[in-house]
């Protein structure tokens, strides 16, 4: 219940995110939307503490709890942006996909799930949630990536509509994105030492076939690649937000991939 509660308030304020829109950015609708968001993400983390108090155990393991904690983490990012004024407004990229996650977790059934992980306690709980964040955060910066890139269209095209009025400028998203996607890449690092680090210590191996571990692998070199791509010269700005963009999408389309072929239990998301 608590978690069809979260969904509804996140919808609410996607509404009132397309409102904003459709008034070019004007009056309180962002910030009752924003306002709306950050309860929902209030209500989502009561409801995941519930499950934890319930079960005993994070929702970190099985797919509808890991999705729903990486709907709750994009969801803090959101959250985080409160000091940045319009850059708030990245809520329209992100509610929807908080929306999307928190719908497939809910509707899959928010539970712990059936198979046991070798990879458990501390080790995994630190491990699982780093690597999260640093998702999020990936999250974050496609998010003003790509309002960046709507807002750069908008200018070189010389429009200066609803949309144009309605997206933060440039030097806020950039700043967003770049903030977001060296926070990540920091947290998703350690994240794969930890893994890296258990098991050597316990398995005295590496698994380097591994679809998951080459998954992995392959979204740390996304962030290598965003963040490379601000060096030398030209509008390196412009190809950090696109790199972002594809990285996610690269991220998000690989791991449904790796998930619809991979006939392997154990999965932490």
């Not at 409160?82 to 899959?108: F, N």
């Not at 501390?122 to 949630?129: I, S």
């Amino acid at each position: 219940m608590t978690h069809a509660v979260a969904l509804l308030l996140y919808v609410g304020s996607l509404l009132l995110w397309f409102r904003s829109l459709l008034s070019g950015g004007r009056g309180r609708g962002a910030v009752i939307a924003f306002a709306l968001a950050a309860a929902g993400v209030a209500v989502h983390a009561i409801a995941l503490a519930r499950f934890t108090v319930e079960y005993g155990q994070l929702p970190l393991n099985g797919l509808a709890p890991s999705l729903s904690t990486v709907a709750l983490i994009i969801g803090i990012g959101l959250v985080a942006t409160l000091g940045l004024g319009e850059g708030r407004r990245v809520g329209i990229v992100l509610v929807p996909v908080v929306i999307l996650l928190e719908a497939v977790a809910v509707s899959l059934g928010i539970e712990p799930a059936p198979e046991m992980l070798d990879f458990q306690g501390a080790w995994f709980a630190f491990h699982v949630t780093l690597a999260f964040v640093g998702l999020g955060g990936l999250a974050v910066a496609f998010a003003s990536g790509l309002l960046y890139l709507v807002q750069l269209h908008e200018l070189n095209t010389k429009r200066m509509g609803r949309l144009f009025q309605f997206t933060p400028p440039l030097a806020t998203l950039d700043r967003l994105g770049r903030t977001a996607l060296v926070a990540g890449f920091i947290t998703f690092t350690l994240g794969l030492v930890l893994a890296w680090m258990w098991t050597i210590s316990f398995r005295q191996s590496f698994d380097q076939s591994n679809p998951k571990v080459l998954w992995a692998v392959m979204c740390w070199f996304i962030f290598v690649a965003a963040l490379g791509v601000r060096m030398g010269d030209g509008v390196k700005e412009r190809r950090s937000a696109l790199a972002s963009v594809v990285g996610f999408s690269l991220i998000v389309i690989s791991y449904l991939g790796l998930r619809l072929v991979s006939s392997e239990g154990g999965f932490f998301l």
